[in-house]
């Protein structure tokens, strides 16, 4: 059978064809102006999509960052045999963080893999010295301080009557009862709120830990306290600001009109201002995050009770290791056989 001739189908724009590059190992290359270039196409940008938004800019940011180490001392980025990847961790020795550290070595070992390139996670090189720099210039990891429902109100009280105000009350609100992630926040549109007597349903369509897209609903109940019932708080924002249909929560302008979208690092800044307002400081062993809100949920629900399969449904987390990690940090003192001694 004679095989078609390629140049009956033009080349993928470049574009397209750059796309194809950076999500597909080379093999691929060889039929991007044949009969399956198209399909290779969309391979390419399914592949692409693998990766959260958030992941793939940190990891472009770290693979940016170690291909100008590189550069600067004459070395190829892409191979990189094991002890220049060793060499480069322990560069940053005193410079990252554990988390940093691993998530620099990720980025590495992604743009590998997705080059073709054959790389060995546990490489002996790289992982004794992680382990070394660990080992000597490590510290205690700072996990976000849990921000009940206490903290919670005096953000509140922090928050005016403005445009401002209306929304970031009903930001921090929802964010704290729905145990929501600030790209779970800011995804939000007005067609995912369902209202009822008993309170409003919120749907997410993706997040961190759904990928694939699966979306998840959750409830969220009229609260006793009508200046803090995020119910309330979220229809007093849309009545305000009379959205019907797009993004829920966005941007200000200095003048209070509704711009675009807010970003994952706006509720990092609301929450920071309002912090500030509120003179709300946590301790020097953790650090003031939007993920608090998620935290501090998942803490004051196992004080008053919930159930492992209670919190896990809510805050859609599917490993119950994560969820009893949380119900350890909250029961830590309560919890502890130390209570059992006769002091």
């Not at 180490?69 to 990847?85: D, M, Q, R, S, T």
């Not at 509704?258 to 201002?273: A, F, N, T």
């Not at 501090?296 to 859609?316: C, N, P, S, W």
């Amino acid at each position: 059978m004679t095989p078609p001739d390629s140049s009956e189908h033009p080349p993928l724009p470049p574009a397209l064809q750059r796309l194809v590059q950076d999500v597909l190992p080379p093999e691929a290359l060889a039929v991007l102006s044949g009969p399956v270039g198209e399909a290779v196409a969309q391979a390419a940008g399914y592949a692409g999509r693998a990766l959260s938004d958030n992941t793939r800019r940190a990891y472009a940011s770290d693979w940016r960052a170690f291909s100008t180490w590189c550069a600067a001392g004459g070395i190829a980025p892409l191979p990189a045999a094991p002890v220049v990847v060793a060499g480069h961790l322990a560069s940053l020795a005193t410079t990252l963080g554990r988390a940093g550290l691993r998530r620099r070595l990720a980025a590495i070992a992604h743009q590998h893999r997705q080059a073709g390139h054959p790389w060995e996670t546990r490489h002996p090189a790289i992982a004794a010295t992680l382990r070394g720099i660990l080992a000597s210039h490590g510290k205690p990891a700072r996990p976000a301080a849990a921000l009940t429902s206490v903290e919670v109100k005096r953000l509140l009280a922090a928050c005016d009557s403005d445009v401002a105000g209306h929304r970031d009350r009903a930001l921090l609100l929802l964010g704290f009862a729905g145990a929501l992630r600030r790209s779970e926040l800011v995804a939000i549109d007005r067609e995912h709120l369902r209202f009822t007597a008993e309170g409003m349903t919120v749907f997410i369509p993706r997040s961190k830990r759904d990928q694939e897209a699966e979306g998840a609903t959750v409830g969220i109940p009229r609260g006793l306290n009508p200046l803090s019932c995020p119910v309330r708080a979220m229809e007093a924002w849309l009545k305000r600001t009379r959205i019907e249909w797009g993004p829920v929560f966005r941007r200000l302008s200095p003048g209070g009109a509704l711009e675009d979208r807010l970003s994952p690092q706006g509720v990092w800044k609301i929450l920071r201002r309002r912090a500030e307002l509120a003179r709300l400081t946590v301790d020097e062993t953790e650090r003031l995050s939007p993920h608090g809100l998620r935290a501090g949920f998942i803490t004051e629900a196992y004080l008053k009770g919930a159930l492992d399969e209670q919190v896990m449904h809510h805050a859609r987390q599917k490993s119950l290791a994560t969820t009893q990690g949380y119900r350890r940090r909250a029961r830590i003192t309560r919890d502890s056989p130390a209570r059992l001694l006769d002091l």
